[in-house]
């Protein structure tokens, strides 16, 4: 009977404790200031689809999948045999074109300009023949001494050697003037475009090599030697080790402990002892429900905000995907305008 007097008092006493506890918990620890906020999420990075410019035979691809590769580095190479000849026939053409732009600026040569002169002396001793011819005829007709149709042939001689005068002397007015303004205008702007057809099959030429647009990691090869590349087929997938960030969510009412440039402070189970230098880069500005990914029956009604916590990752030990948890120290003044810091090798 006195052990279970005895007993009474410390279950009131353990059951006092428990109370405490939980209410210390659940309303001081949540009144209270705190620290720090912990948040959860996971590593994100950005990947790029690469695609060659051109459509073409793939000759080589020369890197493998996890390859590193840095910022101008060849990936790979397309079959450039139809390429470079698209690109001589275009010089050639181009070359032509500037020869005749040449003739038109310099003008009609001397030579030229004798010849039109020498045609036109000749035409005018033959017209002037032909006049001659057909006034000593017309007074014969009168005397019936010369047939009508001789007289008619004569006429008509003389007018057509009229005319080839008139029309070499219009030609020897065209030599002495040059070509016109109008003509040399569009020999040059027609010179323009071939030299800009030229430097399009210049640069096709050059897209046969597709390169690394910054540093990252071949996560695809896509396409294989033989396949047919386009600009719509990429050909690889690089993922860009830098950034790097952690995608997290935060309650409504918590956002305003935060602002971009904050510090944080990223673990992962990967690698439990090694804390990660973070700053907060970014805040999303609308609402949204939390995510499935970390929805549970108590809270998939709650609206959150997206937070973006950039993360050094110079060891390149983050991975897409991988879970994280991210720790921000509270009571501390934000960067200006999410300014990244250094990393300083961490």
Known sequence: MKRKILLIPLVFAVLAVAGAAVWYFFFQNDDGP????????????????????????IASVD?????????????ATLGTDRLKQRMRR?????????????????????????KARSAVSAVQTEAANA?????????????????RDRIDNARSKAKAAEARLESAEESL??????????TIAAARAQLRALEAELDLARQNLAD?????????????????????????????????????WVRTYIPETDLGRIAPGMTAEVTTDSFPDKVYKGWIGYISPTAEFTPKSVETPEIRTHLVYQ????????????????????????????????????????
Do not use: H, W
């Not at 020869?99 to 030229?112: D, F, I, M, N």
């Not at 007015?173 to 109008?182: D, H, I, M, S, V």
């Not at 305008?337 to 990393?343: F, L, Q």
């Open 34 to 57: 705190r620290k720090a906020l912990t948040l959860y999420g996971n590593v994100e990075i950005r990947q790029v689809q690469l695609a060659f410019e051109v459509s073409e035979r």
């Open 63 to 75: 890197v493998e999948e996890g390859e590193r590769v840095t910022a101008g580095q060849v990936l």
């Open 90 to 114: 275009a010089e050639s053409r181009m070359d032509a074109q500037k020869e005749q732009v040449a003739k038109l600026e310099q003008g009609t040569r001397r030579e030229e300009i004798q």
């Open 131 to 147: 006049r001659r011819t057909y006034q000593r005829l017309q007074p014969l007709a009168a005397e019936a001494l010369a047939s």
């Open 173 to 182: 007015n065209l030599a002495l003037e040059g070509p016109r303004k109008e």
């Open 208 to 244: 046969a090599e597709l390169q690394a647009p910054s540093d990252g990691v071949i996560r695809n090869r896509l396409l294989e030697p033989g396949d047919m590349a386009s600009p719509s087929r990429p050909a690889l997938t690089l993922a860009l080790m830098d950034p790097v």
């Open 307 to 346: 937070v973006r916590v950039y993360v050094c990752n110079s060891q390149n030990e983050l991975r897409l995907g991988m879970p994280a948890t991210v720790r921000i120290p509270l009571g501390q003044s934000p960067g200006e305008g999410g300014a990244v810091p250094p990393c300083d090798g961490a």
